[in-house]
């Protein structure tokens, strides 16, 4: 006697993953964009990499790895250029030639004066 029996095996949708995995990826990126200023205030680079951006330690470790090689490459061949003193995370203003201008170089903020006194 023949007994009806159906399976069906699903294979990983390749394009709903990659999608799922894009989208993920610019959610980190928005969400590194918004407490960048706070890298070496609030956060470690270390949480940042490891909470924000959900990298393991072999991770970060293999990027570290890459960001020093392409260091060492022209940008015009495919390397990165970092500003002076830059370490790839933490954002600092720059100088009209490209340096970095440090906390400790800004001017203090000044209250404006109101109009009438």
Known sequence: MMQEHIQYDFLQDGHFAELKD???????IQTLDSIQSYIGTFFSKEFVLKKVLRMNDAEIAEMNDQIRKEIDIDPM???ISLPDGGDG???YPQDGAGGVVT???MPDYEEPEKEGN
């Open 22 to 28: 894009a989208e993920l990826l610019n959610d980190r």
């Open 77 to 79: 061949d495919g390397g």
């Open 89 to 91: 995370i933490t954002r």
């Open 103 to 105: 906390p400790d170089q």
